[in-house]
């Protein structure tokens, strides 16, 4: 086998320390007013997880951690290319939106919560630039000759969340089951000479929100990976620890897990009542990761690896928005001020490209961006970069959407100005 790329993997574990616990995070719907708060205790592992792929003189790398946000974006950007040696434009720096895990990325909450909040998320974020620094550097030094091989697949495990009619309260654990859906689940696989898998990437759409706020032992919320995380970690653990297997969001700011540990129940009356299914939400999540399990295994059988001409490119281009025009949906005193600044990014492995932006997209955005692309695969990460909230005009003619695609036509013309010189 010749030697068409070099990759290297690595996984390090973010779980919080005891001491900071309890921590409280995000607002709880069933008690208004009130904030939830995590227990401390740790249904199982969180992790920050590291690709580096390179072809001849380009490299890229690729930073997944396993919380609801990106902290530190800027620094850690910096941080993750002076580790890797790369230009910044060859980072992409995401989350798998993971609502089981510290929420150290908004600033919102510091000032909601306070400076006790605040002083126990800057002491998570330093504990994380260590752990991403070391995930760089391990993924570094475990570089060896493979080949990349792409598939695209199906699954089912998401649903439309999005019941405008009960309410916004409905939506975040909404099931509109008739409402658009983007089902592809991508497998990026990378295999060494002897054919075993160095890492497995797979992206789909869906909300890490499974376990959101709930509460089986009546203690507070627990740390988990969702769904998503203990997914990678069944394929992990079956297959020796020895391959990094990650997961990144699609287009999902309207995308839900099909099952969850808390539903809304719409009474006679049209009111709805939240309720926290308590000690069934750990075997929904047992059950809902070896769901996700399976399908990502049998997408990645049907993954061949070597099939198309090995090369890299990557490049972000920036845009600015003004937030009252892209939060309609929004009351004013929730709204950023001004001008909301989006980052895109175009990275090209082989045949496939792969889409990056922050912010959290509806689903038929995503769609369309992929649809527009004359690759012969093209995914899309959301989450690459500071929170900026939801784009859900998916009319076709949201200011988000028109510049996305614009933004995304010209980083391709570049890529393939620079595929002809």
Not at 103 to 117: C, M, Q, S, T, W
Not at 162 to 169: T, V
Not at 190 to 198: L, Q, S
Not at 329 to 335: G, H, I, K, V
Request: glycine share 10%.
């Amino acid at each position: 086998m010749s030697a068409l790329y070099m990759a290297g993997a690595a996984r390090v574990c973010i779980t919080p320390a005891p001491d900071l616990f309890p921590v409280t995070h995000f607002m709880n719907h069933m008690t208004p007013g009130k904030p939830s708060v995590f227990s401390g205790k740790i249904r199982e592992d969180i992790f920050v997880r590291a690709l580096v792929a390179e072809q001849g003189e380009e490299r890229v790398v690729l930073v997944v951690v396993d919380l609801p946000g990106t902290p530190e974006v800027p620094e850690n950007v910096r941080l993750i290319s002076e580790c890797a040696g790369v230009d910044e434009d060859h980072v992409i720096y995401t989350c798998t939106h993971n609502h089981s895990g510290l929420y150290a990325d908004n600033p919102v909450f510091e000032r909601l919560f306070g400076e006790d909040f605040a002083k126990k998320m800057r002491v998570y974020r330093a504990f994380l630039r260590d752990k991403i620094r070391q995930a760089v550097t391990e993924a570094m030094e475990n570089r060896r000759a493979a080949r990349l091989g792409v598939h695209k697949g199906q699954c089912f495990l998401n649903v439309n969340r999005n019941e405008r009619e009960l309410g916004p309260k409905a939506g975040t654990y909404g099931y509109n089951v008739g409402g658009p859906t983007d089902r592809d689940l991508f497998i990026l696989r990378f295999d060494d000479e002897e054919g075993k898998t160095i890492a497995l990437l797979y992206n789909f759409s869906v909300h890490a929100c499974m376990m959101i706020h709930n509460n089986p032992e009546g203690l507070g919320t627990e740390i988990s990976g969702d769904f998503v995380g203990g997914a990678c970690r069944i394929l992990e653990k079956q297959w020796n620890e020895e391959p990094v297997v990650m997961f990144t969001s699609g287009a999902a700011g309207d995308m839900n897990p099909i099952q969850m540990a808390r539903v809304n129940i719409v009474r006679p009356d049209g009111s709805i009542e939240t309720r926290d299914l308590g000690s069934a939400g750990p075997t929904i999540l047992e059950f809902m990761s070896n769901r996700l399990a399976r399908d990502v295994q049998k997408a990645t059988k049907e993954t061949r690896t070597g099939s198309a001409p090995a090369r890299i490119w990557s490049r972000k281009k920036s845009f600015s928005l003004p937030a009252d025009e892209i939060y309609p949906y929004d009351p004013p005193e929730r709204r950023p001020k001004g001008d909301v600044t989006f980052t895109i990014g175009l990275t090209v492995l082989g045949d496939t490209a792969i889409v990056s932006t922050n912010g959290e997209i509806f689903n038929q955005i995503g769609r369309r961006i992929k649809d527009a692309s004359s690759w012969p695969n093209t995914f899309m990460i959301t989450h690459c970069g500071a929170h900026c909230g939801y784009m859900k005009d998916d009319s076709g003619n949201g200011l988000y959407e028109l510049a996305a695609q614009k933004t995304v036509r010209e980083l391709m013309d570049a890529c393939r100005k620079g595929e002809e010189g």
